[in-house]
């Protein structure tokens, strides 16, 4: 599964540790997604689309 | 493994005919037959094997007793921990198991070649391959 997450963390000057702690989980875990080796949970998916208030389908793309 | 023109259609279907829970219902009852199989051992003080029935009781009731336990102690790892590492020790976990189960399938083949492996050393295979099993998913991803 792709996802936006990186490009929308650099638009808000965001560090991955600034998101993990916002996200309240670890930074290896927001760089996993980010590179596409692990897809969140759904709980957590809620929690970044909650974030930066979006949809989760506006940040994770099928494929 | 689709192979040729079925496809993925044929492996699904194949993959669909596999119900987990009467494979796992299996594996609970090969499990027992196991236990019951099992060499009893002589017990130290007295020389002489111990009585099959009390000890395959007393070994499926710790079995029972110890997995509901590790139940509970999984439950209350995946509230704490990032589910990221949840999953990588969960991915890892299955990679011992299998490497586990093989590595004593194949030292009991090579009966006659290699010394029988003790319960400690495959205590040693079981969480040298829980740890190897979290690293590969770590370097290489859960989606890998």
């Known amino acids: ?37 692990y897809d969140p949970s759904l709980p957590l998916a809620f929690k970044i689309a909650d974030l930066f208030e979006m949809t989760i389908e506006q940040i994770f793309l099928p494929g | 493994m689709t192979g040729g023109k079925d496809g993925p259609g044929l492996w699904r279907k194949l993959c669909r005919l596999i119900k987990p829970d009467w494979l796992f219902a299996l594996l609970l009852l090969f499990g027992i037959g196991l236990l019951a199989l099992g060499d009893p051992g002589t017990s130290d003080s007295l020389g002489s094997p111990a009585p099959l029935f009390p000890r395959l009781l007393l070994l499926i009731g710790i079995v029972f007793f110890l997995a509901l336990f590790a139940t509970f102690g999984a439950a209350l790892d995946r509230r704490k921990l990032d589910d990221y590492y949840f999953q990588l020790m969960a991915n890892g976990a299955i990679i011992a198991v299998v490497t586990t189960l093989f590595t004593n399938m194949i030292w009991g083949m090579l009966d006659d070649l290699l010394p029988a492996l003790s319960g400690d050393e495959l205590a040693g295979a079981l969480i040298g391959s829980w740890s190897l099993g979290y690293f590969f998913y770590r370097f290489r991803g859960l989606n890998a």
């Open chain 1, 1 to 37: 599964m792709k996802n936006r997450l990186k490009v929308l963390r650099a638009e808000r000057n965001w560090s991955q540790a600034d998101l993990a702690d916002q996200l309240k989980v670890s930074r290896q875990s927001v760089n996993a997604i980010e590179t596409g080796k």
